[in-house]
């Protein structure tokens, strides 16, 4: 007999590329924000500049893709433009509202200024980068168990078979045996086993066998009513964010996904409902994670007011749902 619990998650990749952006006659000077703010912290971004009054424009986006004229794009949704007031007689800012998610949610973002209006000679500033930072002392770490779930006493094999591009094996090993700790679970030796194949040996690695839409496969193999094997098999073909940085807004966080099909692993095959703070959490979208209690993002839960006051420029994030 087999019982196969499954988290099905719609997806499709995004490649970012990069190209310079274009020089101007007319001066942008960047004077903020500095390259790093911590989560909430008060975020202005301020160009000296001799355009109009009033005609900068501050464009932020979840990735650094600029169309030909070197103005960041991208999906949409996935950046915002939002008008510079008139500070001083060169200097134009946006200050940026407390419940908006360049405050409030930790992540690489990219940013820059330029003037509005029409015109191939239009004005762009460079693109510059912008790190929100989650101060460590906020980030819950630790055991999951008994808050979460049970605890697990399994071991597996980590498979280093159909390891994507974006993923050195040390990184695997070391997500997979620091989130394994957290539900009582022991990464072990790594093989080239490929993980989702009833064969004896638990394995938790990546497999090209698991459909688009599927990010993640825990399977547990019984016979007689005892399992006799648990696998984890990860979609190879998935846009895998490894961490330890936040994923971009297009990138799935393979830590998140390691907490929760490992929950499954333990022998918690529950889910909780979107939006709840939980690692087992039915829904995850791409630039999204739960890596702890006070670790965690979801596009739309406790952030409504940070959607809102973003209005309809909200940034992009892929929902999915898990059987
Ligand atoms: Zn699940």
């Known amino acids: 007999m087999r019982i196969e619990m499954r988290s099905v998650l719609a997806s499709f990749g995004l490649a970012l590329l990069a190209f310079p952006a274009s020089a101007s006659a007319v001066e942008l000077a960047y004077e903020a924000p500095a390259a790093s703010i911590s989560r909430g912290a008060p975020l202005m971004f301020a160009v000296r500049t001799d355009a109009p009054e009033s005609s900068v424009v501050v464009r932020v986006s979840g990735g650094n893709l600029v169309d030909e ?37 930790p992540g ?31 980030r819950g770490r630790g055991n999951l168990y008994p808050k979460f779930g049970k605890k697990g006493s399994a071991s597996f094999l980590v498979s280093t078979a159909n ?86 807004l297009s990138e799935i966080d393979l830590e998140s996904v390691l907490l929760h099909e ?33 670790d965690q993002w979801f596009g739309d839960c406790a952030t409504a007011s940070a959607a809102s006051a973003l209005k309809s420029k909200r940034l992009v994030h892929r929902t999915v749902t898990v059987d």
């Not at 509005?116 to 460590?136: F, K, M, N």
């Not at 790594?190 to 990546?206: C, E, M, P």
């Open 262 to 294: 490992l929950g499954h692993m333990a022998g918690n095959k529950q889910h909780q409902s979107r939006c709840a703070n939980s690692p087992l959490d039915e829904v995850l979208g791409a630039g999204e994670w739960w890596r702890g209690t006070r």
């Open 163 to 248: 390891l994507p591009a974006s993923l050195s094996k040390t990184r695997f090993k070391t997500l997979a045996k620091t989130t394994a700790k957290r539900w009582g679970l022991k990464a072990g030796t790594t093989t080239k086993i490929v993980a989702g194949v009833q064969d004896g040996r638990s394995v938790a690695g990546f497999s090209t066998s698991v459909p688009s839409g599927t990010l993640g496969v825990q399977t547990d193999y019984l016979r007689n009513g005892r399992v006799i094997e648990r696998d984890l098999a990860l979609r190879a073909g998935e846009t895998w964010a490894a961490g330890p940085s936040y994923p971009g």
């Open 108 to 138: 690489r973002y990219y940013w820059q200024a330029y003037v509005s209006g029409e015109g191939d000679d239009r004005p762009i500033g460079p693109v510059r980068q912008l790190t929100v930072t989650l101060p460590a002392a906020e």
């Open 69 to 105: 004229d070197g103005l960041l794009t991208g999906p949409e949704g996935s950046w915002l433009d939002e008008p510079a007031k008139q500070a001083l007689e060169d200097l134009q800012v946006w200050s940026v509202p407390n419940a908006s998610i360049l405050r409030q949610r």
